[in-house]
């Protein structure tokens, strides 16, 4: 049993053409079951197959409207010769011929018609991490998204642009490089990519970007409908923060661009204070770390910790600093002063 193949033109999406090609074999007088089987296997091998087959069914059922389009019908007269048609019809039969001329029509629409019918909107991705979960996902265009705890991101991808939506939480971002801007836009702003390694942070009513890589456009947050308004360039090494009612502040790292500490799992503190670094450990857990008293609130920390050993910090704590640890009824950990 032969195997059926498709050999798809050059120009144009191949899976448009694929999927009109599979369309027009479907309606063939001589389709085996064969041949129904491995179009199955197509549309299940990837979701955009699917999706690429269900639009060209609308448009075959419209085909009257966009025929005259002079674009198609140059197509359609390439691709079936005058001449073939009543030969094939006195060999084959008419029925043949018309779905000749139909496949052909289908390939034209997939290369040229298939702007003329407004695209449906593109399906939206959601994902998750959980309290002290992370993960990393591969988006459809090749780039790569590294979600730290207790984020939500959502992905829409189109023929214009790569949307990406930080809802919360914070982001490591790898893009492929590509003629599609790359946004990931959050309440207090955005931030358009091409090529590059960033990371944003959302917290606090604005947004933290380091840049790793390549070159990123900071934009304001779009209020009212109105267009954002480009507010620095980053260049590798540099960070900013900024906000809808926060001014764009630049932040001047002390060494030379480097990957995140938490994307292998720890926190990385230079002379932080002890309140912001609690902070970010209480994001990995739910047994949290509270603070009691204003002594300890002015100690400033520095050091290298895991994310997922909160006790491993309180410890070091104690070591370096007259404070005590004690646990409370809801199994918190309360730091405060020894003294």
């Known amino acids: 049993m032969s195997t059926t193949r498709l050999n798809v033109v050059e120009g144009?999406?191949?899976?448009?053409?694929?999927?009109?090609?599979?369309?027009?074999?479907?309606?063939?007088?001589?389709?085996?079951?064969?041949?129904?089987?491995d179009c199955r296997q197509w549309l299940d091998a990837d979701p955009r197959h699917r999706a690429a087959y269900e639009r060209i069914?609308?448009?075959?059922?419209?085909?009257?409207?966009?025929?005259?389009?002079?674009?198609?019908?140059?197509?359609?007269?390439?691709?079936?010769p005058a001449a073939a048609a009543p030969q094939r019809a006195r060999r084959r039969g008419a029925r043949v011929s018309w779905w000749s001329g139909a496949a052909a029509a289908l390939v034209a629409l997939a290369v040229v018609?298939?702007?003329?019918?407004?695209?449906?909107?593109?399906?939206?991705?959601q994902y998750v991490t959980a309290v002290g979960e992370s993960r990393t996902i591969a988006l459809e265009d090749g780039s790569r998204v590294s979600l730290d705890t207790d984020t939500r991101l959502r992905v829409r991808y189109s023929g214009e642009q790569r949307l990406l939506s930080l809802v919360r939480g914070r982001a490591f971002f790898r893009v492929a490089k590509g003629t599609r801007p790359f946004l990931v836009q959050t309440e207090d702003g955005s931030v358009k990519a091409v090529g590059t390694e960033f990371e944003v942070y959302?917290?606090?009513?604005?947004?933290?970007?380091?840049?790793?890589?390549?070159?990123?456009?900071?934009?304001?947050?779009?209020?009212?409908?109105?267009?954002p308004v480009q507010l620095a360039?980053?260049?590798?090494?540099?960070?900013?923060?900024?906000?809808?009612?926060?001014?764009?502040?630049?932040?001047?790292?002390?060494?030379?661009?480097?990957?995140?500490?938490?994307?292998?799992g720890k926190l990385a503190f230079e002379d932080q204070t002890l309140p912001a670094a609690v902070t970010e450990f209480n994001r990995y857990s739910r047994?949290?770390?509270?603070?009691?008293?204003?002594?300890?609130a002015r100690i400033r920390v520095s050091g290298v910790f895991r994310s997922d050993d909160p006790h491993a910090f309180v410890e070091a704590l104690q070591e370096l600093y007259p404070v005590t640890v004690a646990p409370t009824s809801s199994g918190d950990l309360l730091l405060s002063d020894r003294r």
């Open 12 to 37: 144009g999406d191949p899976i448009r053409r694929q999927a009109a090609a599979w369309f027009a074999r479907l309606r063939a007088d001589d389709v085996s079951e064969s041949d129904r089987r």
């Open 57 to 80: 069914e609308r448009m075959w059922s419209t085909l009257g409207e966009h025929a005259p389009h002079p674009e198609v019908a140059l197509r359609i007269r390439a691709d079936t």
């Open 113 to 125: 018609g298939w702007r003329l019918m407004p695209a449906p909107p593109a399906p939206e991705q």
């Open 202 to 227: 959302r917290r606090d009513g604005e947004i933290e970007v380091a840049l790793i890589e390549g070159r990123v456009a900071l934009l304001s947050a779009a209020l009212d409908g109105a267009t």
């Open 233 to 264: 360039m980053l260049a590798p090494g540099q960070k900013a923060s900024f906000g809808q009612r926060k001014p764009l502040r630049m932040i001047q790292p002390d060494r030379q661009a480097a990957l995140p500490a938490w994307l292998s």
């Open 287 to 296: 047994r949290r770390i509270v603070l009691q008293g204003e002594a300890v």
